[in-house]
């Protein structure tokens, strides 16, 4: 996981927790999950990417250079190892991810910033190779069901 630079010395126990952006196929879904470690926020990003004709490819990365700050969010996504399967789930031994091989290797960077509101995370994706899902993406914040 990637740590994230604060500027904060309290961390808002708030943002903890799990986002979900919606697409029109569910397996496709978009998400963010921010934690602490160390006294830092960190977060991974779980997301999918189109193949161009063959379908979609699918990826789970940290969250590189996290910022938090006065509802403001801002992160990036570095080279993305591409699979066939989702990366978001529970497995209980690691060889069962690691005899997924890769389809491929998307190196574009991906620049997200945005705020952080009620419900969730509004952000806007930058790519110089076009490889953002949508320029525009609203993640709501899952809560448990009670």
């Known amino acids: 996981m990637a740590e994230s630079k604060t500027t ?8 903890i927790g799990i986002y979900e952006y919606k697409t029109p196929e569910q397996s496709e879904n978009h998400y963010i999950v921010i934690d602490t470690l160390n006294g830092n926020y960190n977060g991974l990003y779980f997301g999918t990417e189109d193949s161009g004709g ?18 403001k969010i801002s992160f990036e996504i570095g080279k993305r190892n ?3 399967t989702t990366r ?6 690691r060889k069962n991810l690691e005899k997924d091989s890769t389809s491929g290797v998307s190196k574009g960077q991906l620049k997200y910033n945005g705020e952080i509101t009620k419900n969730g995370i509004e952000v806007n994706c930058e790519s110089e190779f076009g490889d953002c899902w949508e320029n525009e993406m609203n993640f709501e914040k899952l809560t448990e069901n009670k």
Request: overall charge negative.
């Open 8 to 15: 904060s010395e309290k961390l808002n126990a708030d943002l």
């Open 54 to 71: 063959h379908g979609v490819f699918f990826y789970g990365n940290g969250m590189e250079n996290l910022n938090l700050d006065n509802d």
């Open 82 to 84: 591409l699979y066939e």
């Open 88 to 93: 978001f789930r529970i497995v209980k031994n």
